[in-house]
């Protein structure tokens, strides 16, 4: 985020109520996209009964973010929110942008602040760490 020129202030641990707009998104993620796949956690250890995530994952985690993606833009993106007086998040970042630009990256910095993919399932983050992007053993059932 300090490549992007965002500061993070975040918040305690184990205080949920203290990052109430993310919790509310992650909530709405959880109910309108991630209970359509087998493979999930469950919030706690009565719903996840006998379930066996690592047994039941059925994708990758380029393809869980690739889903992800396309959720937010073509769904998220365009439903009405409450906190945005009836308007769909679209409509509300087309009217703040309309007179103020928000800030362009050039391929470069985006590269720095994303990362690129190098081989295979493997991402270089531009903390100098790299992330794989690999499911684990028999997850492609």
Not at 42 to 59: C, I, K, M, P, T
Request: hydrophobic share 35%.
């Amino acid at each position: 985020m300090a490549a992007a020129g965002i500061t993070n202030f975040g918040a305690p641990a184990g205080k949920p109520w203290l990052r109430g707009f993310i919790e509310r998104l992650f909530r709405t993620i959880h109910a309108k996209l991630l209970q359509r796949f087998s493979g999930r956690t469950f919030s706690d250890v009565v719903q996840r009964g006998e379930n066996n995530h690592l047994e039941r994952a059925s994708v990758t985690l380029e393809d869980l973010l690739g889903f992800l993606t396309r959720w937010i833009v073509d769904i998220y993106h365009l439903e009405p929110h409450r906190g945005l007086h009836g308007m769909t998040p679209y409509e509300a970042w087309m009217e703040a942008t309309a007179n103020l630009r928000p800030a362009e990256m050039s391929r470069r910095e985006m590269r720095h602040v994303f990362g690129s993919r190098t081989s295979g399932n493997t991402r270089n983050l531009a903390s100098g760490s790299s992330i794989s992007t690999t499911c684990p053993t028999n997850c492609m059932r």
